[in-house]
Nanobody, 124 residues
Framework: QLNLVESGGREVQAGGSLTLSCVAS????????MGWFRQAPGKEREFVAA????????RYADSVKGRFTISRDAGRYTGYLRINSLEAEDTATYYC?????????????????WGPGTLVTVSP
């Protein structure tokens, strides 16, 4: 079993920056790529970014390109999501997800493991 735990969510003023972390533990050998998703109140969960664990290949949702940066420290089994120029629309619970098959994915159904989420609130 692969366990994922996010941290770093908090209330931030619009225009500020934030870095979320996701620590993987347990059967980390099964982790092929990590994704970040978010779910705003009353909305469906949406893809944000993903990174291949071996080679660091990244992909982003068009809506966050330029403001969000995904990275990982493979040796520490920790993934990161840096968010700059925060907007009110970024308010959401952010989830990291782990995937075993090779390749990144923007689809939640393609991820085997999920963290409990961390809440980001952007205030005016």
């Amino acid at each position: 079993q692969l366990n994922l735990v996010e941290s770093g969510g908090r209330e931030v003023q619009a225009g500020g920056s934030l870095t979320l972390s996701c620590v993987a533990s347990g059967r980390t050998v099964v982790l092929s790529s990590m994704g970040w998703f978010r779910q705003a109140p009353g909305k469906e969960r949406e893809f944000v970014a993903a990174i291949s664990w071996n080679d660091g290949y990244t992909r982003y949702a068009d809506s966050v390109k330029g403001r969000f940066t995904i990275s990982r420290d493979a040796g520490r089994y920790t993934g990161y999501l840096r968010i700059n120029s925060l907007e009110a629309e970024d308010t959401a619970t952010y989830y990291c997800a782990g995937r075993t098959p090779l390749g990144t994915s923007q689809f939640a159904d393609n991820y085997n493991y999920w963290g409990p989420g961390t809440l980001v609130t952007v205030s005016p």
